[in-house]
């Protein structure tokens, strides 16, 4: 279980917790209220789409207007990021970007738990998505695709260097991609809760104050939530990229 703090302390909305404990040969499996958030998150996405899209019509309505928009954000992402070529894994990489802008909107919600705000999470896709590129490239291009740690027009008493520097740089990518979506989940959340605190604590008279704090950022939160969704997006796309084209 995690670290959480005091019982109202800004960092106990970040606890995980047993709902179901549950032991495979002493590997504790137990549904957590982050797993079950994360059955919501694909539930509540997969049940808009389905609404949104069960009665297209010509001159769409509010929700088949966003399905619309969404589809072609992510779709106009891939396309200008990965080419003609990259649309193959559309849907994987909608689903990364409808997942993590979904965990990170339905954390805005009392009482909700932020899944992307644990590190466990964030790791885990980032891992998945890095190691799948990377056979993705060997596949394709064989070693051809190790061209990626040496980029063109590189002097050769150059690449020994380069490539090592490459090299990190390509496995700091799911370090990276991770840390900064959990980062600034968790710390948005906490400063929230932080601000929210001192508007109860300080009462009526003086609570005014904390308390415009804390709409102004709950507004810069839902902005940050739409902002790491993309950013996590167009960096798959990148690096999607780098699978096709590791020559450059």
């Known amino acids: 279980m995690a670290a959480g703090g005091e019982a109202h302390g800004p960092l ?27 059955v919501i998150i694909v539930a509540v996405s997969t049940l808009f789409f389905v609404i949104a899209t069960s009665r297209a019509a010509i001159v769409p309505g509010r929700l088949q207007s966003i399905a619309e928009l969404s589809y072609e954000f992510v779709a106009g992402l891939l ?7 990259g649309m193959k894994y559309f849907p994987f990489v909608f689903t990364i970007f409808i997942f993590v802008l979904m965990a990170n909107m339905l954390g805005m919600v009392p009482y909700s738990f932020t899944v992307t705000s644990h590190l466990a999470v964030t790791a885990t896709m980032s891992f998945i998505i890095i190691i799948g590129i990377t056979v993705l490239g060997i596949v394709k291009h064989g070693f051809g695709f190790f061209h ?23 496995l700091t990518r799911p370090v990276s991609l991770s840390v900064r979506l959990f980062a600034n989940m968790m710390a948005g959340h906490t400063t929230l809760k932080v601000f929210a605190s001192f508007v109860v604590g300080l009462g009526v008279l003086a609570g005014w104050l904390p308390l415009l704090f804390v709409v102004a950022l709950t507004g810069l939160e839902v902005l940050i939530a739409f902002l790491q969704a993309y950013i996590f997006t167009i960096l798959t796309c990148i690096y999607l990229n780098d699978a096709f084209h590791p020559h450059h």
Do not use: C
């Not at 032991?23 to 209220?33: E, K, M, P």
């Not at 396309?79 to 070529?85: I, L």
């Open 12 to 38: 106990h909305q970040f606890e995980i917790t047993r709902l179901v404990p549950l032991d495979l040969g002493g590997v504790d499996i137990s549904f957590t209220n982050s797993a079950l958030w994360m």
């Open 79 to 85: 396309r200008d990021n990965a080419g003609k070529e």
């Open 148 to 170: 990626v740690f040496l980029p063109s027009g590189v002097p050769m008493w150059l690449a020994p260097l380069l490539i090592v520097i490459e090299v990190i740089s390509y």
